[in-house]
C-alpha cells in the first residue's frame, strides 16, 4: 500500500492550489480516503474525507466553502482543492487510508507542505 501527496507549495493568501494523493497496492475503490493537516507542535487535524462507494464528503469546519475533495478512480487519485487560502491553512498535508490486507492497517503518505503567505 502507498500513498503519495504532491501538489503542495507557496501561495498567497487568497490564492489556490490542488494537491493530488496517488494510490497504488490497494483496491483503490473500496476505500474512504481522508486528508489530514499538520503544523509542528500541534496535533495531526482531519481535514475532509471523501468515501468510497458514493463519493460522499465531509469536511471540518474551518475549511467548509474553501476546500473540495474529490476521487478519480480511474486514476487511483484523490484530490483536495484548496481554495481562498489563508495564512493559518498553512501545513504539511497528508492522506490516509485505513485499508485490508491480511489485517487492518492504518497508512500514510509522506504529506506535501502547503505554505500561504504574502
Known amino acids: 500500500v502507498q500513498l503519495v501527496e504532491s501538489g503542495g507549495g507557496l501561495v498567497q493568501p487568497g490564492g489556490s492550489l490542488r494537491l493530488s494523493c496517488a494510490a497504488s497496492g490497494f483496491s483503490f475503490s473500496s476505500y474512504g480516503i481522508r486528508w489530514y493537516r499538520q503544523v509542528p507542535g500541534k496535533e495531526r487535524e482531519l481535514v475532509a474525507t471523501?468515501?468510497?462507494?458514493?463519493?460522499?464528503?465531509n469536511y471540518a469546519d474551518f475549511v467548509k466553502g474553501r476546500f473540495t475533495i474529490s476521487r478519480d478512480n480511474a486514476k487511483n487519485t484523490v484530490y483536495l482543492q484548496m481554495n481562498s487560502l489563508k495564512p493559518e491553512d498553512t501545513a504539511v498535508y497528508y492522506c490516509?487510508?485505513?485499508?485490508?490486507?491480511?489485517?487492518?492497517?492504518?497508512?500514510w503518505g509522506q504529506g506535501t507542505q502547503v505554505t500561504v503567505s504574502s
Open positions: 471523501i468515501s468510497s462507494t458514493s463519493g460522499s464528503t
Open positions: 490516509y487510508a485505513r485499508v485490508w490486507t491480511s489485517t487492518w492497517g492504518d497508512y
